[in-house]
């Protein structure tokens, strides 16, 4: 099989990195007990408390719809509502999910100009109706690092984990990009979650470099009873749970984790720093992660898909590329070239 040359539509179009499949191979050898009472299982849970400096309880589910959806539904009831930001994942790519888990919980939806959510817009939703027609908000979930390629600063994310608890809310991020904004920021992974406020992280592994795997932390324990049940339910308990969990002790005691975003949010910089002066291109907000948005004419981007080059333009209105932990400068050259002669 031939494989593609790198494309930078998603992050998810990269491989495994060696750290994560280093770990797989070793967590190869023998037996082990099943449905995580492996000894993987529990270093790789112990690895996030440690990296959080909390004593929080992780489970390790197979994508982040699974993760996203089921910690919604452990945080309401079926007639609560959840608020999101209208770019959110949980809206517009899991296909009901987070409804379907939750038995029927309303995302109410607030509209952004940037993909982020503001304190006001969570507030409007909150108190916007009070009678018992309407479904009750309950929680909100935001993207840490948004749909949009923003990030959200730990005093922006305690500032709507205030806003959440005047209204009862509690408040759950969806870090497929984790790693991205804590290498964005430079801040603790602690300080951009727990201690801003945030409840529950589902924290991607995928995007990140593993071949597939995300981890819900409940940073209050209580909140986590019976999430097992629920994984299970959700046919999301693998049950040779070593080779969900041994990916995670590779990359978080390596610091790969943080590398290779790093390396993706650089790759991404460096992509935008090489199309700022092209005429007939423009860089739709800032880059902040690993995202880069390019505005340009459907001419333009028609000569870029004939010449090979994948992109979705059905995020933002504008060309997203992504960068992963595995892009290679050299191929970024040749975007930028073949983007040069399509103007
Ligand atoms: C990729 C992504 C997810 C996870 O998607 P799956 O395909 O279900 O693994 C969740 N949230 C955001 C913001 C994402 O970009």
């Not at 945080?75 to 959840?82: D, H, K």
């Not at 908000?137 to 600063?153: A, F, H, N």
Request: proline share 3%.
């Amino acid at each position: 099989m031939v494989p593609l040359e790198q494309q930078f539509a998603s992050d998810n179009y990269s491989g495994i990195c060696p750290e994560a499949m280093a770990a797989i191979e070793e967590s190869n050898h023998g037996h082990a007990p099943a449905y995580g009472n492996d000894p993987w299982t529990q270093h790789a849970a112990d690895a996030f408390r440690e990296l959080f400096e909390k004593d929080c309880e992780v489970f390790f589910v197979f994508n982040g719809t699974a993760a996203n959806s089921l910690a919604l539904a452990s945080l309401c009831q079926s007639y609560q509502g959840i608020i999101c930001c209208d770019s959110a994942h949980v809206e517009t790519d899991e296909c009901g999910a987070p409804e379907f888990f939750s038995n029927g919980s309303k995302l109410l939806v607030a509209r952004s100009e940037d993909g982020k959510l503001s304190s006001a817009a969570i507030r409007e939703l909150a108190t916007k109706r009070m009678d018992i027609h309407y479904p009750k908000p309950k929680v909100v979930t935001m993207t840490q690092s948004t749909e949009t390629g923003r990030v959200y600063t730990p005093a922006e994310v305690r500032a709507l984990s205030e806003t959440c608890k005047e209204h009862g809310l509690s408040l759950h991020m969806d870090g497929a990009r984790f790693a991205n904004a804590v290498a964005a920021l430079g801040c603790t992974p602690a300080e951009m979650t727990w201690k801003a406020g945030v409840d529950v992280l589902c924290f991607g592994g995928t995007k990140n470099g593993m071949a597939v795997g995300e981890s819900v932390v409940f940073f209050d324990r209580k909140m986590a009873v019976d999430f097992d049940y629920r994984c299970k339910q959700a046919g999301q308990l693998a049950s040779k749970m070593r080779f969900l969990a041994a990916p995670w002790v590779g990359m978080l005691g390596s610091g790969a984790w943080l590398k290779n975003a790093r390396h993706a949010n650089d790759c991404a910089t460096y992509f935008a720093g090489q199309v700022a002066g092209i005429a007939g291109v423009k860089l739709v907000g800032p880059v902040e992660a690993n995202a880069v948005f390019l505005a340009a004419s459907d001419a333009i981007l028609d000569r870029l898909r004939a010449k090979g080059w994948l992109f979705y333009t059905f995020i933002g209105g504008a060309a997203r590329f992504m960068f992963a932990w595995d892009t290679e400068l050299a191929r970024v050259d040749k975007l930028v070239r073949d983007l040069k002669d399509c103007v």
